[in-house]
């Protein structure tokens, strides 16, 4: 009988009329869920790889690749504003392989000071990273700690 004082109170606090509180996750329109993330066609993206901007133009057949298969290649994208954000996805496009052993993801609200957030495994045509908690940030550096098999391929980065 635990449960009846629960019930009582949600019965009394809807007959009252107090309103629920929305979530803070809703759909956007890029087609994947987000946190009050900007719209993805206001990003900038710029690297060490070749045709880094393709890493965030919603095409999966272009893609940004790394240079060389060495450690301290990145990707840093520009939200153009602060953004809350905790999952990471990185799709590798055509290059199943194209995952590096250990990825670093740094955050900054100024562009100019990064904290790393985590570090974190690749891996196969889809690198999918779940931060410990949520953060705030305008840029996000992704950057190559340990390469994979093959240069690094990035076909997409989606947040949510």
Known sequence: ??????????????????????????????????ADISPKKTWSCWGS???????????????????????GEEITIDLKRLCLFQTIIIEHGQFEKGYCYRLSILTSVDGKKFT??????????????????PTVARYIRLRVVKPGPERWAVAEIYLQ
């Open 1 to 34: 009988m635990r449960l009846l004082p629960l019930v009582i109170t949600l019965t009394l606090m809807v007959s009252s009329g107090c309103e629920t509180v929305s979530p803070i996750y809703r759909p956007t329109t890029g087609g994947y869920l987000g």
């Open 49 to 71: 790889v070749v045709n880094a901007s393709a890493a965030i133009d919603e095409d999966l057949t272009t893609i940004a690749r790394g240079r060389f298969n060495s450690a």
């Open 116 to 133: 790393k957030q985590y570090d974190t495994s690749g891996a196969r045509r889809v690198t999918i990273i779940l931060l410990p908690k």
